[in-house]
């Protein structure tokens, strides 16, 4: 019989390795992203991805590319005016499929009834005391105060951006 342990080591992520010792081992950049005729328009508030994060981000988008049309035909179901499902549709119409990174952070792609396809990156970040003890060192009483409720209602915080928009070069299609 063979038992084999397991140990999970927490990996400090980039953005509290950043965060709260300025290490940028990893820097956030933002590089071009194309496939074929769909490509990355950068928002231009976004800190951009990681820069251990952009091959997996890059085959997120591109396992999401062949399912985009399906998705909008899905979301622009034509139904009939008195179908209550309809008006659902049409004022919350949005598909959001996302992707665990690992097992802290997602990328998020959100289609809309419009067609428009927003892409976000989500970091689950654990709120322990040894990071409230690190927060200690680099913020004042009131932020602290914050991460003190945050962490009796709930010790885990979402932190999330948006990355950009995946767009269609319909120049490069009809060519």
């Known amino acids: 019989m063979y038992v084999i342990n397991y140990m999970v080591m927490p990996q400090t992520s980039n953005f509290i390795r950043d965060l709260f010792f300025n290490s940028n081992l990893n820097p956030p950049i933002k590089p071009d992203i194309s496939f074929g005729n769909y490509f990355l328009k950068w928002d231009e508030d976004s800190i951009g991805l990681y820069s251990n994060e952009i091959l997996k981000f890059k085959s997120f988008i591109k396992n999401m590319i062949p399912n985009l ?89 979402s932190v999330k951006w948006k990355i950009g928009n995946l767009l269609f070069n319909r120049v490069e299609h009809n060519k």
Request: no cysteine; aromatic share 8%; proline share 3%.
């Open 69 to 157: 049309e399906p998705i909008m035909k899905m979301i622009n179901v034509s139904r009939p005016k008195n179908d209550p499902s309809r008006k659902v549709i049409n004022d919350k119409g949005q598909f959001s499929i996302s992707d665990k990174y690992n097992g802290r952070i997602f990328f998020i792609l959100n289609v809309d009834t419009g067609g428009s396809t927003v892409l976000f990156r989500e970091e689950r970040v654990l709120i322990n005391d040894e990071l409230l003890e690190k927060m200690r060192l680099h913020y004042d009483s009131k932020g602290l105060a914050l991460f003190n409720k945050l962490k009796d209602i709930n010790n885990v915080v």
